[in-house]
């Protein structure tokens, strides 16, 4: 979703992958980045000639946060929604970069923020009734029988999209 929402207000758009999922970047207007066979400097250096990355966008945490804080230019913004644990500030702080966390369900858990949100997943809904964003969904099926299965997608990255478990 990130990466169509940034192609629709018009940005030119960059993501780390595995290399089973250059393809789904691609098509979705995407530069692919193979994070597993390409250090962050060299990715850098090859698409922004070093100076680093305007916007960063974290959905992993952890060492892919470490990693946006070398890959974010000066005066750069990092949002992450996975911002836990322990990190060191100190690259993003010399590169006078932003970071904001992003917790997603909070304003559905505490009611603040809510109406804004509404209105973000309205605009959301009018994009996607107009055809110019699309879900993108893994293409088996999960029950609660083998919900199981459904969790080892999301968690050894095998899963292309969201993964959807019926439960009628």
């Given at each position: 979703?990130?990466?169509?929402?940034?192609?629709?207000?018009?940005?030119?758009?960059?993501?780390?992958?595995?290399?089973?999922?250059?393809?789904?970047?691609?098509?979705?207007?995407?530069?692919?980045?193979?994070?597993?066979?390409?250090?962050?400097?060299?990715?850098?250096?090859?698409?922004?000639?070093?100076?680093?990355?305007?916007?960063?966008?974290?959905?992993?945490?952890?060492?892919?946060?470490?990693?946006?804080?070398?890959?974010?230019?000066?005066?750069?913004?990092?949002?992450?929604?996975?911002?836990?644990?322990?990190?060191?500030?100190?690259?993003?702080?010399?590169?006078?970069?932003?970071?904001?966390?992003?917790?997603?369900?909070?304003?559905?858990?505490?009611?603040?923020?809510?109406?804004h949100h509404?209105?973000?997943?309205?605009?959301?809904?009018?994009?996607?009734?107009?055809?110019?964003?699309?879900?993108?969904?893994?293409?088996?099926?999960?029950?609660l029988d083998?919900?199981?299965?459904?969790?080892?997608?999301?968690?050894?990255g095998s899963?292309?999209?969201?993964?959807?478990?019926?439960?009628?």
């Open positions: 979703m990130a990466i169509q929402l940034a192609k629709i207000f018009g940005g030119d758009v960059y993501t780390t992958v595995s290399s089973n999922k250059t393809a789904i970047a691609k098509s979705l207007g995407a530069t692919p980045i193979d994070y597993k066979s390409v250090e962050v400097e060299d990715y850098v250096n090859q698409h922004t000639q070093g100076i680093g990355f305007d916007i960063i966008y974290d959905t992993v945490g952890g060492q892919s946060l470490d990693d946006s804080f070398k890959a974010i230019r000066h005066y750069g913004h990092i949002s992450s929604c996975a911002a836990f644990g322990t990190h060191n500030l100190a690259i993003g702080s010399l590169r006078s970069s932003n970071l904001h966390g992003v917790f997603v369900l909070h304003p559905m858990l505490s009611g603040e923020g809510r109406k509404g209105d973000i997943l309205k605009q959301a809904t009018k994009l996607i009734e107009e055809g110019k964003l699309k879900p993108i969904l893994d293409s088996r099926k999960f029950t083998n919900a199981i299965e459904a969790h080892k997608a999301v968690s050894d899963a292309i999209g969201k993964i959807v478990v019926d439960i009628i």
